[in-house]
């Protein structure tokens, strides 16, 4: 429209990111020499690495941070630099666990993965059979079909809960949550056995895919509820009164409003509650079996599972057997994470994504 | 004469819990008139505005006695369906509340779906709320971005040019300006005025000059010592400011106590 002033940014357009010369030199030598110190240390002494970790370079790190806070911002620094290093110190720790597991999952599990692998299923293997054949084809179809049944059965059940504890002032909410809060720390093989004694034992059903589904709902309800609840009560009440202004009967103004600005709190409930179920073994065994045929029946016959497969093959422990396993584990770490990016891309806040201008 | 959007209320009294916050409040609101509502900080002002579209009674300690009475007929009434209330009459709060997951466009229409009613002109509608609120040029390019980039002030007007979709026959207005610029609170007040030879208008505030601009009546809300909130004089808004009946309200209006 009209000529604009606008300019493009300048490189350096963040004048908070300067340090000063101070501030620059105290971080390089608190980064570097700690670290050189406790090098030196461990090669030379010939220590053991998680010892030296904790003795020598901890103290040593926090002393510099101390240090560094000191000379760069005077007294108050010193409880910044201590926290930095705390901070930093623990969080790499995690992370380098987090790292280490996935990594000796792929690379263990990645000799075991090849494109049957993924599609055959475990007639006859044994324990010593070559990796040529044989695979985790029947546990993944059987997992996607367990978890998919009962996500599909608890997640209304539970965001229906959230919604009662949330927009409700029914008197029963304390107990609900109380009992919630007691479902949560519900041993899974217990689940898995109150299914397997009150439906199988008593010949109601055999051993099947549904009960299965059945023992893990009441595991995966109090993860979803809880996480649910906590993002409805995040959405303000003025969201919810400016609706309610405007006509809305309360289940419009809920659907309309309320549940769209929790979305994605909810959809991470859902994550956390499908990451929950996922991993169960000790329930699945009970209900389902540990299956070795492809079976896409939930009402009949025993089902694999990933998690019963690794088991499986952990419990017979020879070579092959465990690598295996390590390729069902990477199966399965791979599973979550697509559930995960999926969800997150899914539930990315769009608004207005359908652009509808006018002709003026 | 038309009476058609005449509110009034008899007798209002209002409890949070066991505390009496108001006490025999009675007021008449007439059509095309703005009524402002004045008074210190805590004395119920709020509290009675909310009881006029029954937004009052979704607090769980709310209690009340009285009658709010709409062209003569008690919004209180056994048979009454608040929604239906609140779709005759709307409200701007103090702070403004687009939706966030919404753009500017279906801000403006979310109270007719919210109240289940059909989009007939959707587009038109939302050029004439924009227009009314007085920010369609400022906004007519950006209708399908979200509500929340724009500014505050904005905002406001967004939430005011979405209950003016919905046609009410009555604007209830809880402190719109009180965060906003100079700048955008005169627009308000332009948009106030015209307004009002549709509606009728009830708004609090907390700016002495604001209520000469735009009301036509006021009314002096107080509460002394802990006592519920009374309306201390309620008269044309000249009367008020220039000749106080009440010692009190001369003091408040001329900002020497409250
Ligand atoms: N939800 C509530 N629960 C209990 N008491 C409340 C509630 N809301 C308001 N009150 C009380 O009612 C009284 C009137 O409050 P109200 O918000 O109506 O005041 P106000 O005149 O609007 O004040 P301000 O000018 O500061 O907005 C106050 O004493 C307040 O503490
Ligand atoms: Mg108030």
Known sequence: ?????????????????????????????????????????????????????????????????????????????????????????????????????????????????????????????????????????????????????????????????????????????????????????????????????????????????????????????????????????????????????????????????????????????????????????????????????????????????????????????????????WGAALVLLIFVGILFVGARVASATRVGSKPKRRKK | MSNLNHLETKDINVWFGERHVLRDVSLQFQNNHVTALIGPSGCGKSTFIRTLNRMHELIPSAGLSGQVLLNGEDIYAQAVDPVNVRINIGMVFQKPNPFPTMTIRENILSGLKLSGRKIEDGDGLVETSLQRASMWNEVKDRLSEPALSLSGGQQQRLCIARSLAMDPNVLLMDEPCSALDPGSTRRIEETILELKENMTIVIVTHNMQQAQRVADSTAFFLSENGNPGEVVEFDTTENVFMRPKDDRTNEYVNGRFG
């Open chain 1, 1 to 325: 429209m009209t000529d604009t002033l606008a300019q493009p940014r300048p490189k350096n357009a963040a004048p908070w990111e300067k340090l000063g010369s101070r501030v620059r030199f105290a971080s390089w030598i608190t980064s570097l020499v700690p670290a050189a110190i406790f090098v030196a240390a461990w090669l030379g002494l010939q220590l053991d690495f998680m010892a030296a970790l904790l003795t020598i370079f901890l103290p040593i790190q926090l002393a510099f941070g101390a240090w560094a806070g000191f000379y760069s911002y005077g007294r108050k620094g010193v409880n910044d630099g201590l926290l930095m290093v705390v901070t930093f110190f623990f969080s790499t720790f995690v992370l380098v666990l987090l790292a280490s597991v996935i990594w000796s999952v792929i690379s263990e599990g990645a000799a075991a993965l090849s494109p049957h692998f993924i599609y055959q299923n475990n007639r006859y293997i044994t324990g010593t059979t070559g990796l040529e054949i044989g695979g985790a084809g029947h546990a993944i179809l059987g997992s996607v079909i367990i978890t998919g049944i009962t996500t599909v059965i608890t997640v209304p059940l539970a965001i229906a809960t959230a919604v009662y504890l949330t927009e409700t002032r029914d008197g029963a909410r304390g107990v609900v949550r109380t009992l919630l809060q007691a479902l949560a720390g519900l041993p899974s093989v217990v689940a898995g056995l109150f299914i397997y004694s009150m439906l199988i034992v008593s010949g109601w059903s055999s051993q099947v895919g549904v009960m299965a589904s059945l023992s893990l709902i009441p595991l995966m309800l109090p993860t979803i509820s809880r996480v649910a609840e906590e993002s409805l009560r995040l959405v303000p009440s003025e969201l919810r009164n400016g609706a309610l202004a405007l006509g809305a009967p309360s289940y419009k103004a809920f659907f309309m409003v309320t549940l769209p600005a929790a979305k994605s709190g909810i959809v991470t409930a859902v994550l956390l509650g499908v990451a929950r179920i996922i991993g169960e073994t000790a329930p699945l065994i009970l209900t389902a079996v540990i299956a070795n045929e492809t079976n896409a029946n939930p009402l009949a016959g025993g089902m694999a599972t990933l998690p019963t497969y690794i088991y499986n093959f952990l419990y017979l422990g020879d070579a092959t057997s465990l690598q295996r396993a």
